[in-house]
């Protein structure tokens, strides 16, 4: 699935996943080891994507697991009559993870806010990674569970915000 946006993870882009490493540690892959994340971006790839490029369509399902390198996106949710904003991601942040994982469509698009960096580990690698290591996947789903559950609890705010 080679694209012109898209290029292995060279030796500075390692050096850099360091940074990346401890932003995304910090929050939605908290529970994994410095091991799992080398695991994982010896499979990655990084994207890069212009103001306004679509990166995940909402109702499509989703071929990767994405984390915001450098950049911001917007999450936006199309409804029948408007849309809305549901969030902007940065540095650190992942995506993708619920059409990945239940093979459904994206709940929402992903736009690119701006130029934007993302590490894309496609669903052949983290299968790979989750069926080799038990303990990967441990950690794994456990933190992709914890993350959910903080969206969900802020999406119910928001949502009682409107009443």
């Not at 990655?44 to 915001?68: K, P």
Request: aromatic residues 6%.
């Amino acid at each position: 699935m080679a694209a012109n946006n898209v290029t292995p993870l060279d030796p500075v882009a390692r050096h850099r996943s360091e940074e990346l490493r401890r932003k995304v540690f910090a929050g939605t892959l908290s529970m994994l080891t410095t091991e799992d994340w080398d695991a994982m971006m010896s499979r990655a790839e990084t994207r890069v994507y212009r103001y306004n490029e679509v990166i995940l369509r909402q109702d499509v399902v989703g071929e990767a697991l994405f984390i915001v390198a450098d950049g911001e996106v917007r999450v936006e949710r199309e409804g029948t009559t408007r849309s809305a904003q549901l969030a902007r991601l940065g540095p650190g942040s992942v995506f993708g993870e619920m059409s990945l994982l239940d093979q459904a469509g994206a709940s929402a698009s992903v736009i690119a806010d701006g130029k934007v960096e993302v590490v894309c580990l496609d669903s052949e690698g983290l299968i790979g990674l989750v069926r080799g290591d038990a303990g990967f996947a441990a950690r794994f789903f456990q933190s992709l569970a914890t993350t959910l559950s903080r969206r969900l609890r802020a999406t119910n705010e928001l949502i009682l915000g409107r009443f």
